[in-house]
């Protein structure tokens, strides 16, 4: 999503770049380019119109930095009115003084609400929370089963109950004081659109269960439809915030760009994948950073912690820094790599990365041929490659379903990873690599990132590389 946005965005900072100054006729010029680009997008109108006057006043005003060039103003002014536009910054949860929090999940049949309640729930978990999914859905078929498999896979129990929606959700909430669930997620019914019978039973379920949080699930491919059904349920239910799906999809993007300004509600949370991993709280700074070709090493980071044990990290580069990295560790990185999703939504992350990279589909297969190689070789072939002649590279190749050149090729790379990382700065000594203690807390410390290069865990994670993959 946004490729398309982004694409239009870059060509006019490009087209700036020439320029010496940034004069009024310039920033006509610019508005009109990003008024299309916007349109294009399938943001609504109203939102652009708002958007560009932002711009407008702050391009004519005294308030831009006089050491930016054009294009960095421009850019400067165009971050600034999307993160507005996006909400300003992330929601901020305040959790019930009584046990449990009641969080109430409503949308339109086909939205995803059943996926991203258990998604919500494996969340809340890793904040460290106990909840109880309760399924209110008693209308589609299996809505429950779903529920309690995506249950079962995170470890979050699930309640429910045959009979009457309104009764099976206020026993939920019940069920989950009684157990001490500190979380209670209730999941109700959709239809395909609107009616007068699912916004009635939405609305009694909500006075049953007085939820804390009521949260819209709204699909993002959806375009503008999606900012009528959240004023449609906004009128009925007084949403705290929206969770929008399928962020990861190829539509324009102007549902995200619009419901915050037109419905007054923020984006709570962004599900940008398929996967139960594949959901965070919205962070409006990040997503006008990536819409801008900027990259989002803050999301990167946290992705990379939530699979990287510290002491494993430091462990590898430390050995790396020893000369004692093997094929072995990188096969253990190259999988902890995996879990924080697919390459290709990775790429997205970094901060520099060429559009033309950036849009090169990531072949898994390639990854899986690395894992293949490395698996087929012995434990002595893993520690030192050298001894890897002719017979045993044609054994490799056999053993892996590739040729002889797939392993030539990774154990060349393999070696100039070890070198190049030997000189890369922050590796040079194990104080750079250690430094862990004076670099970002925990998650439970509440701490912030440590950016690349600022030691801490971060830099302990950097040097590892993908060989194989760079063909």
Known sequence: MFESLSERFEGIFTRLRSKGTLRESDVDEVLREIRLALLEADVNFVVVKTMLERIRER??????????NPAQQVVKLVNEALVEALGGEAIRL???????????????????????AAKLARWFRQQG?????????????????????LGERIHVPVFSQPGDPVATAKAGVEEARRLGRDICIVDTAGRLAIDTEMMDQ???????????????????????DAVTVAESFDATLALDGVILTKLDGDARGGAALSVKEVVGKPIAFASTGEKVEDFDLFHPDRLASRILGMGDMLTLIEKAEQVYEKDEAEAAAAKLLDGKFTLDDFLEQLQ?????????????????VPKELRNTEVDENQVSKVEAIIRSMTRDERVEPNIIDGSRRLRIANGSGTQT?????????????????????????????????????????????TPPGGGGRATARQPFTLPGLNQ
């Open 59 to 68: 391009a004519v005003g005294a308030r831009i930095h006089e050491a930016l």
């Open 94 to 116: 305040v959790y019930a003084s009584r046990p449990p929090t009641v969080v109430l999940l409503a949308g339109l049949q086909g939205s995803g609400k059943t996926t991203n």
């Open 129 to 149: 929370r106990n909840p109880l999914l309760v399924g209110a859905d008693l209308q589609r078929p299996a809505a429950v089963e779903q529920l309690r498999t």
């Open 202 to 224: 939405v609305g009694r379920i909500s006075q049953a269960t007085d939820p804390d949080y009521t949260f819209l699930v709204v699909d993002a491919m959806t375009g503008q």
């Open 336 to 352: 902890q790599v995996r879990k924080m999703g697919p390459l290709q939504n990775l790429m997205g992350l970094m901060p520099g």
């Open 405 to 449: 050149a797939d392993v030539s090729q990774l154990i060349k790379q393999f070696r100039e990873m070890q070198k190049l990382m030997k000189r890369m700065p922050g590796l040079s000594g194990t104080k750079g690599v250690r430094g862990g203690k004076k670099g970002r807390k925990g998650r439970k410390g509440g701490g912030r990132v």
